[in-house]
């Protein structure tokens, strides 16, 4: 067995399910052992090579970092090194400087040039008695005269002294993927450090790979049609695939495509896309934007994209489709808070348009394919609403599937309330700060 950590993205739970599927769809063995808000550790029986690797870290929307463990800390360790309220216990301090793991990561260190860097994990984003910040320049600043000890030539680190851009309070201790890659930090004899903190451990491992936030933000900022409103983020639309099933050389649909980004995200992928959508502006950028993606790859793509209403999918889909991946129409963008009787009468005519929809998509998905989708949940004067799952598949041939299952999820029976995996889950929220109409996540199964 091989331990391997995941840095898991803003919906934790979102990023836990899809990496859980997605082992589970590729035939690997493999367990949730230890887990936080920030990343996960999954304990995985076969030994996943370089390329495997690369095309999990490609395919997973909701994880930024993959690498392989190397070393673990009982957690009282740096809890007693780097207190965040009192004396550093130099019996312990002393212990975690002594950096075991230096060699497995750098065997053969002397007379080379060295860059590397500590990201920090903590367990939440605080609340946790460690002085994080501290602990992190104080590894920094070891690993470097270690190496140095060892006869580096030379060793220089990269951290932030700046807060974190997004959220000002919160500690920027962690790497971002643009800093990674613009300093080469993944290539030997330069690496990356991953200090991830669970209730009970701190794990050291080493990143193999990240996702390419650059290539996407070139993507999102060259393509030739953008439509900011109702466009769909590309790391959602790789969960939805992940969530579906769709693996490279399956033909998957989106009866809801848009302006193409999940298509586009497809097409990335290796998949055959199918996209459908009613509104002729939309499919017109659906279809500038992938010829935009032709070319910008310089190779053939698979794609078809077809303007029409996908209550009648059959009369346009002609060819079996592997999987399923889109967010249909949400309903109304409220500016305040609407009335009750507004929002079930949203909620029905949606419904019975998912039914239609998801009746047509039984008629062409393969046996054994899955549907992910999104759903609202729109907040009201009272509790929030949403579609009833009885009304949504009755009479369509799909049946809901869960999430989150708990063969998988082996943590232990102790942890923290705010950390504890509700299993067998029907759907995922995803949820927007500050919106009326917010969303969640459901996978349906033919």
Known sequence: MTKYAFVLGSNWLLSIA????????????GTLVDQ????????????????????????LGGCYKVGKVIWDYDIDVPLAAYPARKAADKEMLKEIRKC?????VWPRSRGKKIKFGISTY?????????????????MDDQVKKLLLENGARRADYFAYDEPDRRVSSRLNISLWPKTIARNNLLAQPNAEILAIFSEHKLYIARTRFVYDSMLQQYRDESRPFVSAEISTSPKICRTLLTLAGARPGDTILDPFCGTGTLLMEAALLGMKCIGVDIDGDQ???????????????GERLDYDIFKGDSRRLSSLVKKQVDAVAFEPLLGPIYKEVPPIVEVEKTIKELTTLYRQVLTEIATILRPDGRVAMTIPVINTQGEPISVKFKELTMNTGMTLYRMLSSESIK????IDPRLKIRPERELIPERKKGQLVQRA?????K
């Open 18 to 29: 899809e990496l859980l599927i997605y082992i589970q769809d590729r035939g690997f063995e």
């Open 36 to 59: 936080s808000r920030n990343a996960v550790i999954v304990d995985i029986k076969q030994r996943l090579d370089v390329e495997q690797l690369m095309e999990m870290q490609s395919a």
């Open 100 to 104: 075991p793991w230096l060699k497995i």
């Open 122 to 138: 903590p367990i939440f984003n605080g609340g946790f008695p460690i002085n994080f910040r501290r602990f992190t320049r104080g």
């Open 283 to 297: 499919v017109q950028g659906a279809r500038s934007n992938m010829k935009w993606l032709v070319r910008d790859l």
């Open 411 to 414: 943590t232990r029976s102790d």
């Open 441 to 445: 996540i459901i996978v349906l199964e």
